[in-house]
């Protein structure tokens, strides 16, 4: 069973997935964080993670994309 909001308000889900989002977020921060040192010990580069990343993300937000976003984006497939 998933999580009951009481009251179930748009503002209420709203605040939800902010919740979730800053989540995620400070989640994607810890692997990157833990990426950058893994490449400072084995000498590779700290930049080639971050910008497979920033591909990712601007391809998401792409105009080509449109308003419809498909799971082959988000996949890398």
């Known amino acids: 069973m998933g999580v009951t909001l009481n009251p179930d308000t748009p ?3 709203k605040a939800l997935n902010r919740l979730a989002r ?3 977020k400070y989640r994607l921060l810890a692997d990157i964080s833990l990426d950058l040192v893994i490449c400072e010990l084995e000498g590779w580069s700290k930049t080639e993670y971050l910008n497979e990343l920033k591909d990712m993300i601007n391809e998401l937000g792409g105009e ?3 308003p419809d976003i498909s799971r082959k984006n988000v996949s890398g497939k």
Do not use: D, P, S, V
């Open 11 to 13: 503002e209420a889900r």
């Open 22 to 24: 800053e989540k995620m």
């Open 64 to 66: 080509k994309n449109g």
